[in-house]
């Protein structure tokens, strides 16, 4: 079982002249230091890790209850501890909000949601910084770590863990320690056996149910550029609506509010599939319209190039020879050289599909490069339609697209598509069950093409 002691930084200079702190950085005032010095720590029996906000109230609250308790740990600071922003109320006196900003005042004062507050935290952000703390907790056990914090922030926390409404009343004096069992015990967590680079928790909270999605590498410009577009899209069509994002010593944490839905495998009836192309052809438009202002946010994909690295990936000689075709193709490569390049989301999978009563999902936006169009239509075809049926007619589904499109270039492309995904699994190390089946679905679906 893991045990957090949570404790809130002394009093700051802040504190002492009732200024709403925030994201103001004030440090401890005399009177904080002599504050730790009478605490009683006796409940802390060990600690393995001390994590601090890095703002200096919090951080020397660490350094001076480390020394303290004498604990044999490194302090660590993480920016998910940081005090939740007060937004236009940050760094001013009680006193001045009270004659010039009263209402915005009462809302603090009411410990209610910051999210009317001007340029004010919104509440999920600082209930993802909590479940991104956590995170860490999922896969270890015995861990007795010291977490020094901020009131706003450690009110979500204890709220969070104990499954309470997220604004529950909870004294937070300067000072105050916390002892946390097992603080995952009271969150719902599920994880998705799905993701092959990732790894996908759905976290129920009291207030709001959210997907994790842990990766091995640091958050980089890639994935603003992919935060924007989701803001952009979750506006017209359901798409996982991005929260919170952080990068950790070697992995990044991902936050979305969670869409409801169910995956569909196998042959879908026509409404649902009449339903799905629609909805992916408007996905496909407003990742164009996107992609008119944003060019220079994406890399642009090159088909040659990337058939060049299928054919060192695949196993079957009678496959090398249809990648070999394909790049020497001359209707193909006179295409690639005059076609309008767009956003495409390559893997419109079955399970990143969500049907709903109401709307269609789609999942998993990481991988976005700009290619050419028919791309879109042809990697739909390949990953939702030919890999669930492989004997689906191509043009059944062409019907409902509502631009017509060259049928030769489309077909080269899903074949491409196909061998592209196919690829992978040959490269794979390791494979599972779920791998060869996938795998096997990819080998129907390029026999039934050629």
């Known amino acids: 079982m893991n045990i957090i002691y ?22 401890l005032s005399n009177s904080g230091k002599e504050l730790l010095k009478k605490i009683d720590y006796s409940m802390i029996k060990r600690v393995d890790n001390i994590y601090s906000s890095p703002y200096k109230r919090a951080l020397e609250t660490s350094l001076i209850v480390k020394n303290i308790i004498n604990a044999k740990c ?43 507050i001007p340029n004010g935290e919104k509440w999920k952000y600082t209930q993802a910084r909590v479940l991104s703390f956590l995170e860490r907790y999922i896969d270890i056990q015995n861990k007795y770590d010291l977490v020094v914090t901020h009131a706003a922030f450690m ?29 995952l015990k009271n969150l719902h ?6 993701a092959k680079s990732s790894t996908v928790f759905k976290i129920s909270t ?20 992919i ?29 979305y ?49 990337d058939m060049f690295y299928i054919r060192k990936n695949l196993k079957n000689k009678r496959y090398i020879k249809i990648v070999d075709e394909l790049i020497n193709d001359d209707e193909l490569n006179t295409y690639l050289d005059i076609a309008e390049y767009t956003l495409v989301h390559n893997d419109l999978h079955r399970y990143n599909i969500l049907f709903n009563e109401k709307h269609i999902g789609f999942l998993d936006f990481d991988g976005i490069k700009r290619c050419p169009e028919y791309l879109q239509i042809a990697s739909f075809i390949a990953t939702c339609f030919l890999l669930e049926e492989c004997n689906m007619d191509i043009e059944e589904i062409l019907k409902y697209w509502p631009e017509r499109v060259q049928l030769n270039i489309v077909k080269k492309l899903i074949i491409y598509r196909l061998l592209y995904g196919l690829s992978f699994f040959d490269n794979k190390e390791n494979k599972d069950n779920t791998d060869s089946k996938i795998r096997n679905k990819y080998i129907k679906a390029i026999e039934r093409m050629i």
Not at 231 to 238: A, E, G, N, R, V
């Open 6 to 27: 949570l404790m809130r930084h002394s009093i700051s200079f802040g504190n002492e002249e009732k200024i709403v702190q925030g994201s103001f950085d004030y440090g």
């Open 74 to 116: 490194d302090i660590f600071l993480d920016n998910d501890l940081v005090e939740k922003s007060a937004g236009i109320l940050n760094g001013k006196s009680k006193q001045y909000l009270k004659k010039y900003k009263p209402n915005f005042l009462d809302i603090y004062l009411e410990r209610g949601d910051y999210d009317l």
């Open 155 to 183: 009110r979500m926390f204890l709220n969070t863990v104990n499954y309470k409404q997220r604004n529950n009343q909870i004294e937070l004096p300067n000072g105050c320690i916390f002892k946390i069992k097992d603080p």
């Open 189 to 194: 967590i599920i994880k998705y056996e799905i």
């Open 206 to 225: 009291f207030d709001n149910n959210y997907i994790l999605k842990k990766t091995n590498k640091n958050i980089g410009c890639y994935d603003y550029s």
């Open 227 to 255: 935060y924007k577009l989701l803001i952009f899209l979750s506006k017209y069509i359901t798409v996982p609506k991005p929260i919170y994002m952080c990068s950790k010593t070697n992995y990044s944490i991902k936050i």
């Open 257 to 305: 509010d969670y869409i409801e839905g169910k995956h569909i495998f196998g042959k879908i009836d026509e409404a649902n599939k009449k339903q799905l192309i629609t909805e992916t052809y408007k996905l496909y438009k407003l990742m164009n319209e996107y992609n008119e202002n944003n060019k220079d946010d994406f890399e642009t994909k090159d088909i040659i190039s």
